[in-house]
């Protein structure tokens, strides 16, 4: 335990990180330095990264430091050490994906969002840990290393963005980008008590973000407050002429929408989204987060969201068939792992693939082959379109009545490794984070409580697409109200 | 030995449909900004994008579109308000993602159609669409496919935009397929979307070909037939396919359903793979690219802006200058002929002229379809009608013009500068030539005495001589006069 009263530069936020840098009381060097360390120290128990990127990272905080020094910073991310999961291309640093068919990949260039965070000034420390191609809710699912809960080391992570979670809950990078293509940046921040933000689809390029289901891909910051969410959105959206699917809508100033005023926004709690199977203390604490923004002066009333349950089903068919298709590039041709000894081409990509991709990846390539064939592409690939434009009705009827959906971001708290062996058991825990992602709306999860065992349990804010502004005021206004985020995981 | 009985193949019709693949003159590539020049050295024409790097995105080349779009209204087909592009699937290493972005189910434009010239009569082909891709890169095998050992690849080509346009199964005969070939490379050339050259694979084409009984409603099992990379080789191709087909018929065969190849070196087509092998490409809608919508008005302006296309200039070279057909057809081949020709009309007005002088000199000397060779060529259309002039009022003879026409193809000089610098104007002085005729009819009593035989052949000998004698320079018709005149005398 901690005596001294004043937290270790590891422990603040990055608005905290920054005021610090401006008030003079210590560097970006300083920070990155400490961060550094608490990786050497600590990083082996957690696994949090794939990749530190020690001389980049030093280098960054230096140019950061004179920044400070000649008064010139250059906004509120300059300085702030960051982990970047490994899904994101990293001009001349390895990037994995989580797999082995990446092993030996180094990107000639940068994804816009890595762009966009360096151009704020924010230092690469490194690469983290995921399932392979982002497929998985654990992180079990990486091709290279096991990532441990913070919280409880038996425990997993959440995934797919498991190393980002557990790197920032873990105080082993101040902040961490994420993807959420079915609940993969929510649910880990829920299962390591962080903030993760799912933003609107086109709000954030997926430029240089390596492709598993290209209709679910979102980017998203992993904070340990609100006010970081609101600043690295900020930062990372808007529209890149180098994705087509992103929108030229005007970028807010998110953090002016931190007024913590939610009196009047209207709330809806959707009755599906609380089911009898699901933990307990998962139920009771979003229902007693519920009663605080009630308390704050929100109007909430119990919506229905009819087509909850078929959220599943249309996401494991359409992000496979996605999938499918984004990873046949992998055939040790051009780059990453290529298996010799192959007598042809095809046996060359044949072995190639067998020994690159896991099982998960293997099997959801089967899955979305098979939905996209000739004669059952009707049947799945194209049923599921349909429904999914259902799913997205569904939640635009209930956008009619109120501001806001508020929900438990999974149904239960952060598993022991290995305790989820039956694939569809893993599914199922994205069953409340799908909606959102094949909606394409924005969502958030937020630190609400513990559960006996003291483990984090994360509270889901959903808005209306574009709405993030009032995503991240009800989440902040939330936070500020409770003292959740006192508490901090030893390790 | 046995000879096989001739086929029956008037008992049958043939049914073609050909599927055209056009590389668009765009300067960049179709989903990024890569150029796409021909030739450059191997790769040094990619980016991450056209390598199919992991997080690539396309965006979509707003040229490409407008190339099609000019293609598709040429060609009267309905352009969709909105179109979609589609991943097509398949695992070849000369594609670097192992997916094609092609369009599917909402292709560019539809239902159009091309008119062909066969027979003497105008015929109507239909079009049935015309979609936008990428193109592939190229396999280099050291050695043979089956044997190399190693294989190269070089994407500079991975990603080149190319139009697909399928016609309807509307031809019948090989003939009427080439014909279609060439008008439709005709109207490419002119809208300045493709530069045709079939050599260099810019311009691509696939063949579907059936047989069926005459009068038959039903269309016969169809084979597809790769590598056609001529018009001679479409032809040939379609001929022993007809035979190939009708012999099987003859005979009681079934007629696969497989994709031929042409071989053209040993004149048959052999099969590549059959229906049972048919890929599944598993399209599905590109989720990297929004449903592209045009603009009534985008298309409106294109429409407004298109060329006069091959077919109409060739009638009005007829209607409005009089032209044969023959030379009509030659003159409109490519649109840089056609403009030149009309260059020269404009200062030279005597269009069959002209068109002599271009059908049989300047083409003599550069290809009528390089279009760039063409506009680019010294001896321009003002300075060809310069030379026309020159004969026409008599300065130089027809035969002297032939050799000055090769002097201005090389140097780029006017004819009237070439024809004084070298003295070349023709002897027309009355005198000068008489005081010639003389000592030739003097130097020659053997021709002169054959004439007064009534051999009136030796007159031509004598005209011969005399302009040897002048060394071409002689006004022929006048020296044709002189002779008659003293000759008559003689």
């Not at chain 1, 953090?255 to 933990?279: H, N, Q, S």
């Not at chain 2, 030149?340 to 000199?361: G, I, L, Q, T």
């Amino acid at each position: 335990m901690k005596t001294d009263a004043k937290p270790h530069l590891t422990q603040l936020t990055i608005h905290e990180l920054v005021d610090a840098y401006r008030a003079g009381s210590t560097t970006p060097t300083a920070a990155t330095e400490a961060y550094l360390a608490r990786i050497a120290a600590h990083d082996d128990k957690v696994g949090g990264y794939l990749t530190v990127t020690r001389e980049e990272a030093l280098a960054q905080a230096h140019a950061a430091d004179e920044r400070y020094r000649k008064g010139i910073p250059r906004g509120p991310l300059d300085g702030a050490p960051f982990a970047i999961k490994d899904v994101f291309c990293t001009r001349g640093i390895r990037t994995t994906c989580g797999s082995k068919i990446l092993d030996g990949f180094v990107p000639p260039y940068d994804a816009t969002v890595v762009t966009k965070l360096k151009e704020a000034g924010a230092v690469v420390l490194g690469k983290t840990n995921m399932d392979e191609f982002a497929m998985g809710s654990s992180t079990e699912h990486s091709g290279f290393k096991l990532t441990r809960n913070p919280w409880d080391l038996a425990r997993v992570p959440g995934g797919s963005s498991g190393g980002s979670a557990a790197a920032v809950a873990g105080d082993l990078a101040v902040a961490a980008l994420g993807t959420d293509t079915g609940g993969s940046v929510r649910q880990p921040a829920a299962f390591c008590g962080v903030v993760g933000l799912k933003p609107t689809y086109g709000r954030v390029s997926r430029y240089g973000l390596v492709a598993f289901a290209s209709s679910l891909d979102h980017v998203g910051p992993l904070t340990r407050d609100v006010q970081d969410a609101a600043l690295v959105l900020e930062t990372i959206a808007g529209l890149d002429p180098h994705d087509s699917t992103s929108v030229p809508e005007a970028v807010p100033h998110y953090a002016a929408a931190l007024t913590g005023d939610v009196r009047g926004i209207k709330i809806g709690v959707p009755k599906e989204y609380f089911t009898p199977g699901m933990d307990p203390d998962v139920q009771r604490s979003v229902r007693e987060a519920i009663a605080v923004l009630e308390k704050l002066g929100a109007a909430t009333e119990e919506i229905s969201l009819p087509m909850t349950d078929y959220g599943i089903a249309v996401y494991y068919i359409i992000a496979p068939a996605e999938a499918s298709s984004n990873l046949a590039r992998y055939d040790g041709v051009k780059y990453g792992l290529r298996v010799p000894g192959g007598k042809d081409l095809i046996d060359m990509v044949s072995r190639t693939r067998a020994a690159g991709f896991g099982a998960e990846v293997k099997r959801r390539i089967v899955l979305g082959t098979y939905a996209l064939s000739a004669g059952y592409y009707d049947a799945y690939y194209g049923r599921a379109q349909k429904v999914r434009t259902l799913v997205r009705r569904d939640f635009e009827r209930a956008f009619a009545r109120v501001d806001l959906i508020v929900a438990p971001t999974t149904p239960g708290v952060a598993f022991r490794h290995g305790e989820r062996e039956d694939p569809l058991s893993m599914y199922l825990n994205d069953v409340f984070t799908v909606g959102a992602d094949l909606a394409g709306l924005p969502g958030i999860s937020v630190r609400c409580g513990f559960s006996a065992a003291g483990l984090p349990i994360g509270l889901q804010v959903i808005g209306r697409a574009f709405d993030e502004s009032r995503v991240l005021r009800v989440a902040h206004a939330y936070e500020q109200a409770t003292s959740w985020l006192e508490k901090r995981p030893q390790l | 030995m046995n000879a096989r009985p001739a086929p029956a193949t008037k008992s049958y019709e043939t049914v073609i449909g050909l599927e055209v693949h056009a590389q668009l003159l765009t300067r960049s590539k179709m989903f990024c900004g890569c150029p796409t020049s021909f030739g450059a050295a191997p790769n040094t024409q990619t980016c991450p994008v056209c390598l199919g790097m992991p997080g690539v995105l396309p965006v979509i080349n707003r040229s490409a579109i407008e190339f099609s779009v000019k293609t598709a209204l040429a060609f009267g087909c309905r352009v969709n308000r909105a179109c979609r592009f589609a991943r097509k699937h398949y695992y070849y290493p000369d594609m670097p993602k192992n997916y094609q972005i092609s369009q599917y189910e909402e292709p560019l434009a539809e239902e159009g159609w091309l008119e062909i010239e066969v027979g003497g009569g105008v015929k109507r082909i239909g079009i049935q669409r015309l979609h936008l891709e990428e193109d592939v890169g190229k396999l280099v095998h050291e050695g043979t496919l089956e044997t190399a050992h190693a294989s190269l690849v070089d994407y500079n080509r991975a990603g080149v935009p190319l139009m697909e346009t399928v016609s309807k199964p509307e031809l019948r005969s090989p003939e009427e397929a080439a014909a279609y070939l060439r008008a439709f490379r005709a109207v490419l050339v002119y809208l300045g979307v493709c530069d045709g050259n079939m050599e260099e694979g810019s311009l691509r084409c696939d063949a579907n070909i059936s047989l069926r009984g005459r009068g038959a409603k039903e269309l016969g099992t169809k084979v597809e037939i790769k590598n056609l990379n001529s018009f001679r080789n479409v032809q040939r191709a379609l001929e022993f396919e007809v035979e190939r087909q009708a012999r099987a018929l003859d005979a009681g065969e079934r007629i696969v359903q497989e994709t031929r190849l042409w071989d053209a070196d040993r004149g048959y087509t052999r099969s590549m793979r059959s229906k049972e092998y048919a890929h599944d490409y598993r399209y599905f809608p590109e989720p990297d690219l929004v449903p592209l919508e045009l603009e009534p008005s985008f298309i409106a302006e294109i429409q407004a802006n298109l060329p006069e296309l091959p077919r109409a200039r060739r009638q009005r070279f007829v209607s409005q200058h009089g032209l044969p057909p023959y030379d009509a057809d030659v003159l409109t081949q490519s649109r840089a002929l056609a403009e030149y020709f009309e260059a020269a009309v404009r200062d030279f007005p005597n269009a069959k002229v002209v068109s002599n002088w271009v059908m049989s000199e300047l083409l003599r000397v550069l290809p009528g379809d390089d279009e760039a060779a063409i506009r680019a060529t010294k001896l321009t259309p003002s300075r060809l009608a310069g030379l026309l002039t020159l004969v026409d009022d008599g300065t130089i003879s027809g035969k002297i013009a032939k050799d000055v026409f090769e002097k201005m193809f090389r140097s780029g000089d006017d004819a009237a500068a070439i024809v004084k610098r070298e003295g070349l104007t023709q002897v027309a002085d009355t005198g000068a030539l008489e005081r010639i005729v003389d000592d030739v009819l003097a130097a020659n009593p053997r021709p002169v005495d054959d004439f007064k035989k009534g051999r009136s052949a030796a007159k031509g000998a004598l005209v011969g001589l005399v302009m040897k004698a002048t060394q071409g320079k002689a006004n022929p018709g006048l020296v044709n006069s002189i002779l008659e005149e003293k000759l008559s005398k003689a």
